[in-house]
């Protein structure tokens, strides 16, 4: 099946850093990846979609400019979580779909765990 | 707005018990509804998807359904392992985005 990875698997920073996450398709071109985010025992909640070579599509509540994402290519999509604090701390998923329509089926990673102190 | 909930929130049975975990959501105007496995700390595994045409799945000892007008999947879970112990979640696709809806998940232990 379709591989998604995700690096780094977890990550611990300092309250006012950025960080940055990357997703990459490993054996098909990505055309559409998305970003979620999932708190303790608590379900996943889509931040972004993406198409690759334009500007990500966020969901209501979502700040653009704190969430920074690029998908410049059919392979990979990073996260930059800028200026971070600690109630950004949380589980990034990422995913990506091969469709242009975006209604391919997605293939998940397998997370980032980003802890801000 | 479509919600997702799946009922119960957690589960604990004895090894060898068939089990079946439910999922029910508002719109049934959906493309397709997938059930993934998610182990602690872990991303997400997809078990089976369901197109909306479809009624059922069925993958080894799992089989899930889908009725669709009354806003209900099903997960079954036959003859149950300790190593089926973790958080199942359903994900809903409306027809017309490419957005996934994720149910609140049921965490599910297998005990010896």
């Known amino acids: 099946g379709a591989v998604v990875s995700q690096h780094p698997s977890w990550v611990i920073c300092k309250s006012g850093t950025s960080v940055k996450i990357e997703c990459r398709s490993l054996d098909f071109q990505a055309t559409t990846m998305f970003w979620y985010r999932q708190f303790p025992k608590q379900s996943l909640m889509l931040m972004a979609t993406?198409?690759?070579?334009?500007?990500?599509?966020?969901e209501q509540g979502v700040e653009k400019d704190k969430f920074l994402i690029n998908h410049a290519s059919l392979t990979l999509s990073t996260l930059t979580v800028t200026s971070a604090h600690p109630e950004d701390s949380s589980f990034y998923i990422c995913?990506?779909?091969?469709?242009?329509?975006?209604?391919?089926?997605?293939?998940f990673g397998p997370g980032t765990r980003l802890t801000v102190l | 707005k479509q919600e997702v909930t799946q009922i119960p929130a957690a589960l604990s049975v004895p090894e060898g018990e068939n089990l079946v975990l439910n999922c029910s959501f508002t719109?049934?105007?959906?493309?397709?509804l997938q059930w993934f496995r998610q182990d602690p700390g872990k991303g997400l595994t997809s078990l089976l998807l369901?197109?909306?045409?479809?009624r059922e799945q069925t993958s080894g000892r799992l089989n899930a359904s889908l009725d669709k007008s009354s806003g209900r999947s099903t997960l079954y879970i036959a003859a149950s392992q300790p190593g089926d112990s973790a958080t199942y979640l359903c994900?809903?696709?409306?027809?017309?985005?490419?957005?996934?809806?994720f149910g609140t998940g049921t965490r599910l232990q297998v005990t010896l």
């Open positions: 994900a809903v696709r409306p027809g017309t985005a490419s957005k996934l809806t």
């Open positions: 369901i197109q909306s045409s479809q």
């Open positions: 995913s990506a779909s091969e469709g242009t329509g975006g209604l391919d089926e997605q293939f």
């Open positions: 719109d049934s105007a959906i493309y397709n």
């Open positions: 993406s198409n690759e070579g334009s500007k990500a599509t966020y």
